[in-house]
């Protein structure tokens, strides 16, 4: 497991932490951990989340961080549906393909209402680029594609 996930997935539970604003669940006490829910459809890196999100509650005890893994074949069909009847993670992969139908949905989380305006500054302009829309970024790229580069030998090539 790199580094680089660990990181990312950590950021990922504290991003979740601040968005669920720390407050526990409806229905709890105090002395319960707050739950966080994350939703993603690769089970060999849900394994990596889970070391991660470990290392994470060991030193936040009052958070609780749950890896849900579906499915690729049923994810954006469940998800879909999971919005719908408002019972979705709290936090969920979502790619390219099908960000602008939920950032237009609204069911995404504005970073700006919910981080401050200058939050998205810490990102790669590009990431932020790719999800803003009509003038506002739509949920933390935790992992992006950057794009794609071919290098070559030109010396070879010739």
Known sequence: MSPRIIRS????????VLLAGCAPEPGTTADEPT???????DETVAASYEKSFDAFEKEHPD????????EWESYWTDLRTD???????DLFWIN???????ADAGSLVDVDEALGETAKDAWEPSVVDQFTRDETLWGV???????????YNTALLE
Do not use: K
């Open 9 to 16: 997935a950590a950021l990922t539970a504290a991003a979740a």
């Open 35 to 41: 739950t966080v829910t994350f939703r993603i459809w």
């Open 63 to 70: 958070i609780d961080v749950q890896v849900n893994v579906d």
């Open 83 to 89: 919005v719908a009847d408002q019972s979705m993670d």
């Open 96 to 102: 390219n393909s099908y960000f602008g139908a939920y």
């Open 141 to 151: 790229p935790q992992l992006y594609d950057a794009g794609i580069a071919v290098y």
